[in-house]
């Protein structure tokens, strides 16, 4: 049995010191000789057809090497195929051919010596555009009339479903009182440090292809490049350093692709890195969409029942539409006991950029919506808000506790945390407070939300969108490796984009082997030859603590029993009768009969006719943790689409200025629930990260598209970012409700913040200005978006 010397304690993250001091490895780093930088021109029109490329001029730069256009890459590679099934093919590859979709759509790339020579051919180029009607809201292109994006498809909408679970009509027929709301939520995104990119080098001997990126997700860019490139797996080398950042974003297939045809066409290695406006342009934005909601309430204030109808602004998204309305799934109910519920779910294509994953992917939205509703509901029924919530809190003796949907809560007291948050805001003596303030005409409100973190995405839950079993399941593997002189080496399939993962598996492995700290040596990076992976891997989903760390803890084991069994035939001693601690294997019985893992490595690797006869040489275990809890769809189509479920409580003290609308935030607290914590440093961090993102999305950030489809905001200027001088201090609580599915107990939690965040402090705006009656369905809240919901409510008042 392990001794836990690391796990739980408060570690600084290891990897920061080399982070801060200017020692990552990213992908601007990376160079070679003879190395080509590409440069995308990109659409100027929201939708137009293009009726000619003339490149003739831009290949006559001095030190353009190749050029590319939509035509020349359909000759080169197949289409990229959607993870829903089409009906027809639909004609989408790396690079725009015959129609561009939205503005930044990549039309022609340029590869050449630098990236100033690259640029400078693109001016040079001649597209002739043939502009198109284009569609930006979600509602309007789902009308039969509406332009389409692809033609052949003959619609815009890419999935329509719908899922019911328990009695739904009998219970809005019962009900007391049924309420409704409509939310619309708005396009943004996280905005690492380092834009997405990648140097792909084609070596047209071996017909092989190297790949360095910043992909999240290398498991499932894998068979995307192998299918479009015309490659097998085995001829495809992806290699992932650093990653500054990810939050979902770095996930851009169609660039990988784009790098390995001009590196093929051109015989040297190519690079591409986004710039800041390419990237706010044209790499992912979290989903907008809208909802409406209808919840059913017993004549006891009990939620009974909820049906919600979703329309998921896709953008041009083909690659991988659905996935914001599936994990809505996961949080629909939330934290409360409500037993039946209707979903109905749209993904439609409109001419904007792609969405993709963003930190919490659909689910800050369903938790918005509802916590949102609770307000409204307490406010209309005559409840007390917290009082409403507290009588439909999950009870911590029905934990753990099946959703409707098939989700499992595993672990958690809702009504503790939501005890906690209230003391940590102090939340009785706010009363007063508020009340002295209006007093003196200032607009103080109180804000608070709720919120279910599921994490670890089951593989399965896709079938219920994609309607055939492509994958199932979560995984992730490792390996770990007692060198030949004692110290020990870990390789991660997952490795992180700044969540400390690096510290993290040492501290696991430290306690499995019962070594230092210090003598773990945690590689900072992926690479499909030496790393074990498969399609699941990657960092995405919140899901180190769900499958990561198991198949860590499970890879140390394989080694910590070879290394245990090896010593008990060195020493001549029965394997229960040893113990490894402190880098040795030792006697229970008598200290002095040890072998340190020197010595034993020492056999492994050199000394071979001291092993066993049925010992295979080496001390390296890997492993593949699956995680049981994953399952299929059953005949009501429940599912536990994520595996894991942390909770949290956001609440935030606001005031607003009503003459300019501005929101400040006075106090803001949050309790969090993961589980386990493996080591508390990480936690803060990764929870006041996370609440940062809320906050922006609830307060500054959104991409503004105009009525024809122009990109408003595609600079730091207009997109804004909340900057350390906006985000309040955070008081911060704790509770640890381990998991029993888990092999240390933990969960996930890395999204946690950003889920709550935005309904919190749209509760506490609203709270702030109840006197007036102004409701805010909209994000974020702009000074201008408060101040027109203000005058809007005094004309109704006048």
């Known amino acids: 049995m392990t001794q836990n010397k690391y796990i739980g304690k408060a570690i600084r993250p290891r990897e920061d010191q080399r982070f801060v001091t200017g020692g990552g490895l990213y ?38 090497v190749a050029v590319f256009t939509g035509e020349q890459v359909r000759a080169r590679s197949k289409p990229l195929r959607s993870l829903v099934p089409l009906p027809v093919e639909a004609p989408y590859y790396c690079l725009a051919w015959e129609k561009v979709r939205y503005v930044g759509e990549p039309v022609v790339a340029v590869a050449a010596e630098s990236r100033y020579i690259a640029e400078d051919a693109l001016e040079k180029i001649r597209v002739e555009y043939e ?41 809005f027929r019962q009900a007391s009182r049924v309420f409704s709301d409509r939310v619309v939520i ?87 890195i986004e710039d800041r406006r390419e990237n706010l342009m044209a790499l992912v934005h979290a989903c907008n969409g809208v ?129 906690k948050l209230l003391s940590l805001i102090e939340y009785q003596s706010f009363q007063q407070e508020q009340r002295n303030a209006r007093s003196q005409g200032r607009w103080l409100g109180l804000g608070l939300a709720l919120a279910v973190e599921p994490s670890t995405s089951n593989q399965s839950s896709y079938i219920l969108t994609t309607r055939k079993r492509n994958a199932s399941g979560a995984a992730e593997a490792a390996m770990v490796r007692v060198e030949s002189d004692g110290s020990i080496q870990v390789v991660l399939a997952d490795v ?11 501290q696991i492995v430290a306690d499995e082997l019962g070594v230092d700290l210090e003598a773990v040596h945690v590689s900072p990076f992926f690479d499909s030859l ?26 140390a084991r394989k080694v910590r029993e070879k290394l245990l069994s090896l010593a008990a035939h060195l020493l001549n001693t029965a394997r229960e009768e040893l113990e490894l601690m402190d880098g040795v294997v030792r006697s229970k019985k008598d200290s002095n009969i040890r072998k340190t893992l020197q010595e034993l490595a020492h056999v492994a690797y050199r000394d071979l006719l001291s092993l066993p006869p049925e010992m295979e040489p080496g001390l390296e275990g890997r492993y593949y943790y699956r995680p049981s809890l994953a399952n299929l769809p059953d005949e009501q189509r429940r599912v536990r689409n994520q595996l894991f ?17 501005k929101v400040s935030i006075l106090k803001y607290a949050i309790v969090h629930d993961c589980g386990t914590v493996l080591n508390p440093v990480i936690v803060e961090g990764l929870v006041h990260g996370a609440t940062a993102h809320g906050i922006g999305a609830a307060l500054y950030e959104e991409f503004v598209y105009d009525p024809e489809g122009n990109l408003l905001t595609t600079t730091f200027v207009d997109y804004l970012k909340p900057t350390a001088v906006e985000i ?25 913040g950003a889920i709550p965040a935005p309904a919190a402090l749209a509760n506490a705006v609203e709270n702030a200005l109840e006197p007036l009656g102004v409701r805010l369905g909209d994000l974020p809240l702009t000074p201008e978006r408060v101040w027109k919901a203000v005058r809007a409510a005094r004309k109704k008042t006048d």
């Not at 601007?28 to 021109?41: G, R």
């Not at 942390?646 to 300019?660: I, K």
């Not at 309040?728 to 999204?751: A, I, N």
């Open 186 to 272: 708005h396009r943004y995104a996280s905005t690492p440090l380092e834009t997405f990119g990648c140097v792909a080098a084609y070596d047209e001997a071996r017909q092989y292809l190297t790949l360095w990126t910043n992909d999240q997700r290398p498991g499932q860019a894998m068979p995307i490049l192998s299918h479009s490139l015309g490659l097998a797996n085995a001829q495809i080398r992806l290699i992932t350093a650093d990653i500054g950042g990810g939050f979902g974003n770095k996930r851009k297939p169609p660039y990988l692709v784009l790098a390995a045809l001009l590196s093929r066409a051109s015989g040297q290695p190519v690079q591409f």
């Open 645 to 661: 479920v942390s909770n949290a409580g956001h609440a935030a003290v606001v005031e607003v200025d009503v003459e300019t609308g």
């Open 27 to 64: 992908l601007a780093d990376i160079s070679f000789p003879k190395m080509l930088h590409a440069a995308i021109l990109r659409s100027i029109h929201p939708h137009a057809r293009i009726v000619s490329i003339d490149t003739t001029e831009a290949l006559k730069v001095p030190g353009v």
């Open 291 to 419: 909802m409406d909601l209808e919840v059913a309430v017993g004549a006891d204030g009990r939620l009974l029942g909820l049906k919600v109808r979703d329309i998921a602004d896709e953008g041009a998204n083909l690659l991988n539409p659905t996935v914001h309305s599936l994990l809505k799934l996961g949080n629909i109910t939330n934290c409360y006991d409500i037993r039946a519920v209707r979903f109905e779910g749209y993904s439609v294509m409109t001419n904007k950029c792609p969405s993709g994953a963003n930190r919490g992917i659909g689910k800050p939205f369903m938790c918005f919506a509802l916590e949102r509703m609770v307000d409204n509901m307490a406010r209309r029924l005559g409840r007390d808000r917290i009082e409403l919530r507290r009588q439909n809190l999950i009870p911590p003796e029905s934990i753990p506790y099946t959703t409707p949907t098939g989700s499992l809560i595993d672990s958690g007291n809702f009504p503790e945390t939501l005890n």
């Open 728 to 752: 309040p201090d955070f008081k911060t609580d704790h509770l640890e409700s381990p998991s029993p599915f888990t092999p240390l107990g933990m969960k996930g939690v890395g999204e946690g």
């Open 131 to 171: 502009p198109l009607p284009a569609v930006i809201d979600p509602e309007a292109a789902m009308n039969s009339d509406a332009p389409l994006l692809f033609d052949s498809l003959g619609t815009n909408v890419l999935w329509h479903d719908w899922f019911t679970y328990g009695d739904v009509d009998g219970v």
């Open 530 to 555: 030496v790393s074990p992976w498969l399609y699941t891997t990657g960092n995405y989903s919140n899901k180190f603590a769900g499958t990561d760390v198991g198949a860590i803890q499970g890879a």
């Open 496 to 506: 992180g984009s700044g969540q400390g993962h690096q510290t993290a598996a040492s």
